[in-house]
């Protein structure tokens, strides 16, 4: 994937989880336009945060979203059973379109 | 409430054609860029292509240019993805959604299946 994450990720209940999200120097490293979402196993994927660090309306303040130089970073904060589900990242890649992360699978243990 | 509906997925043998559809409603269709990802069984997303609010600009993936062909219709909110010269690896469900700035896909359909096998 042109964008690298973890594949899995865990913590139990009440725990925080950060995920990783690499790019290069012509997206996640250019752009202010880092997007994640959320899938649970046979649905659409949710939008859970965009322009790096904001939330559509209803997503809980559990879910954060941060930056720094190529890489940007989803944290889960006080890990709920329905917080399990795969989580990508994506971007904006200028003339390339939009870039995907490989997913990160999400476990409460 | 915004909703998105695909149709026209199906089984197509290798070399085959498919034209997939979305109907957007609860929201001004003209107004918004449009987009199409996939997903393979068990696999990531991978963006295909997307085309601006009046279909002045159409971007396509690598995989797909010269391919597939997005479109679509501001009078019937409908988007389209014309699929030619299928190949076995490009089984996935498809999904439309809704394009914000930067790229944000706010609003995703349920998808629909296109399964390419002999």
């Known amino acids: 994937s042109a964008l690298t994450q973890p594949p899995s990720a865990s913590g139990s209940p009440g725990q925080s989880v950060t995920i990783s999200c690499t790019g290069g120097?012509?997206?996640?490293?250019?752009?202010?336009?880092v997007s994640w979402y959320q899938q649970h196993p046979g649905k659409a994927p949710k939008l859970i945060i965009y322009?790096?660090?904001k939330r559509p309306s209803g997503v809980p303040d559990r879910f954060s979203g941060s930056k720094s130089g190529k890489t940007a970073s989803l944290t889960v904060s006080g890990l709920q059973a329905e917080d399990e589900a795969d989580y990508y990242c994506?971007?904006?890649?200028?003339?390339?379109?939009?870039?995907f992360g490989g997913g990160t699978k999400v476990t409460v243990l | 409430e915004v909703q998105l509906v695909e149709s026209g997925g199906g089984l197509v043998q290798p070399g085959g054609s498919l034209r997939l559809s979305c109907v957007g409603s609860?929201?001004?269709?003209?107004?918004?860029?449009m987009s199409w990802v996939r997903q393979a069984p068990g696999k990531g997303l991978e963006w295909v292509a997307s085309?601006?609010?009046?279909?002045?600009?159409?971007f396509y993936a690598d995989s797909v240019k010269g391919r597939f062909t997005i479109s679509r219709d501001n009078s019937k909110n409908s988007l389209h993805l014309q699929l030619n010269s299928l190949r076995v690896e490009e089984t996935a469900v498809y999904f439309c959604?809704?394009?914000?700035?930067?790229?944000?896909?706010?609003?995703w359909g349920q998808g629909t299946l296109v399964t390419v096998s002999s």
């Open positions: 085309i601006e609010k009046d279909g002045s600009e159409i």
């Open positions: 959604a809704r394009v914000l700035e930067g790229s944000t896909r706010d609003y």
């Open positions: 322009e790096v660090l």
């Open positions: 994506s971007t904006y890649a200028g003339s390339r379109g939009a870039l």
């Open positions: 120097s012509g997206d996640i490293g250019f752009y202010d336009y």
């Open positions: 609860g929201f001004t269709f003209s107004l918004y860029s």
